[in-house]
């Protein structure tokens, strides 16, 4: 599995055709052997792949990294971990604010 050729944090999410439909690619994938390894192995694995993608922002931003964490591989739990171990500037919301912002501020 891998990302989207050419897509990073800086490009991954645009207006599409003569409505603006608001294409966004996810940016996270996971990891294959996700269920031989312990919950800290895939919570590090995913935090990693996050900071990757933000260490290739551009400009002043902002972001809009639409992110997957695999249910069978994270809990709701996990997922706060994650939140916690990413700097501080990043801010977790849910589909349909991502959706109504990326449409404010992502340029065609």
Not at 76 to 86: F, G, M, N, W, Y
């Amino acid at each position: 599995m891998g990302r989207d050729r050419g897509r990073d944090v800086n490009n991954a999410n645009y207006h599409l055709g003569p409505r603006s439909a608001l294409v966004s690619h996810v940016l996270t994938r996971w990891p294959t052997n996700f269920s031989t390894n312990t919950r800290e192995q895939n919570i590090a694995w995913l935090v990693a792949d996050l900071s990757a993608q933000l260490a290739q922002r551009q400009g002043t931003g902002p972001w809009f990294l639409q992110a997957m964490a695999l249910s069978w591989a994270y809990t709701p739990s996990d997922i706060k971990e994650i939140v916690a171990r990413l700097p501080e500037f990043v801010e977790l919301i849910d589909l349909p604010t991502f959706t109504e912002l990326a449409r404010q501020t992502v340029s065609s």
